[in-house]
């Protein structure tokens, strides 16, 4: 049986202990009160039980909580009213049974046996007939006068006296464009010049501010927009270079320039034209003409760069002599080109207009060597093959018919528009325009027998030759205190839409009425005739 002891005589016992150990171990006399030494001792269990453990014992609880409870709903929702509809068919017949005619009268069968040979006849007259040859039905309201539509300008331009110097549609016909530059004396070759474009067919069409303005350095003698990139644009400058813009960008709108090199332009140029290539007819090159005698085809290599492809150069002594033309002056060698018009029916038949007013017909696919030392990094070539009875003075525009393939027109200083063949010297006919120069014709797009032409004194003149081919149809008046126009473009979208420019800085566009919209029966046939009858 274990041995109990209280608590208290444990601690005391404990703290006897406690002080032998702290003593060392070492060995006390004896005596009275004092423990003797240290000796091993057994003692017996002692158990001390948790009475708290017993009184507490264990404890567990059980809680619950509830979620908030959670709202629910019912609805419900009836559709629209609807029906049901039928239709019913004709009642089947069965095959091989015929329809009963209503109709089935000896009267009604007596008339068609008598009338029968009289509409076969008729018919057969018809179908011979070429009375609506290339008649097309227009379905607009038609336009009986000319009007004007809008009036353009960029007052900043304007500001600085700036005339219009070119105008071009995109391929859209939707956008306008136009170059600021000046064509009278002086020195203005600094002058800082604009490219400006307008969208017709935008809302809220402000015509004093362009939609897109580029600033260029030099004045812009020329503007032609890409034929299938309704927002590119290429432009020929005063100091001899191309360059070819984004409308679309106006933060940078650059894409591509030729630079100042050895193939750059040493004079302005004067006009540029779009080109396919012959063997990808969706990719394009520039071609360029100006005064220093060299035609040059230009193509994007590389970013901003455009590069000399092909070049060809204009000598005096390398020109035709089928014609009498004036001598030119000791050490001239260049002939100066200020125009150029590319052939519907051969692309690569060319017309060059000159200083020397005679026009030249002319071939990409030439091969001879041109003689000159001006340096090139291609091989210039002579591309003259006959040259035409000259204008009294520079011719600054010519225009091949899109009708005709041997048929071309060309405006001078002379006041005079020459129609001229390819296949003779002489022109067919000379008309008198103006007493001052003649700075643009074109030939209409959808209309054989139609051109215009923008005078020196400020007038548009419209021609049809199937009504005159002595006098204009009508006389359009561009500018009030007969300032001239410069340039003029038919819209080949909207055809009935013309934009001319002028030295106020103004480009306004016309609305053509229908007389000059609509092709009339056997007009083509007629242009066909003028031209046979007046080369023979």
Known sequence: MATRAHPGQLCLAGSGRAEALATGGAASAEGPGRPGPLRDETLGVVSVPSQWRGVQGIRGETKSCQTVSIATAEASAQTRKHADAQVQTEPSVPVGVPPGSRHDSPGLAAFLRRVEATVIRELNKN?????????????????????CLHTLGYPPAQGQGLHVTSVSWNSTGSVVACAYGRLDDGDWSTLKAFVCAWNLDRRGLNPRQPAAVVEVPSAVMCLAFHPTQPSHIAGGLYSGEVLVW???????????????????????????VWLPEPRYSYRFRVLSVATDGKVLLWQAAGPGQLQLTEGFALVVQQLPRNTKLKKPHRGETEVGTTAVAFSSFDPSLFVLGTEGGFPLKCSLAAEEAALTRTPSSVSLRAPAQFTFSPHGG???????????????????????????????????????????????????????????????????????????SQKPTISIKQTQDESPVYCLEFNSQQTQLLAAGDAKGTVKVWQLSTEFTEQGPSETEDLEQLAAEVAT
């Open 127 to 147: 179908w011979q007939s070429h009375a609506f040859d290339g008649f097309e039905v227009n379905w607009t309201e038609p336009q009986q006068t000319v009007t």
């Open 246 to 272: 984004d409308m679309s960008r106006p933060e940078d709108p650059l894409l591509w320039r030729t630079g100042l090199t050895d193939d750059t332009h040493t004079d302005p140029v004067y006009q540029v």
């Open 394 to 468: 520079p011719v600054y525009s010519v225009s091949c018919s899109p009708f005709h393939r041997n048929l071309f027109l060309s405006a001078g200083t002379d006041g005079h528009v020459h129609l001229y063949s390819m296949l003779q010297a002489q022109p067919l006919t000379s008309l008198q325009l103006s007493h001052k120069y003649l700075f643009a014709v074109r030939w209409s797009p959808v209309r054989p027998l139609v051109f215009a032409a923008a005078s020196g004194e400020g007038d548009v003149q419209l021609f049809d030759l199937k009504k005159s």
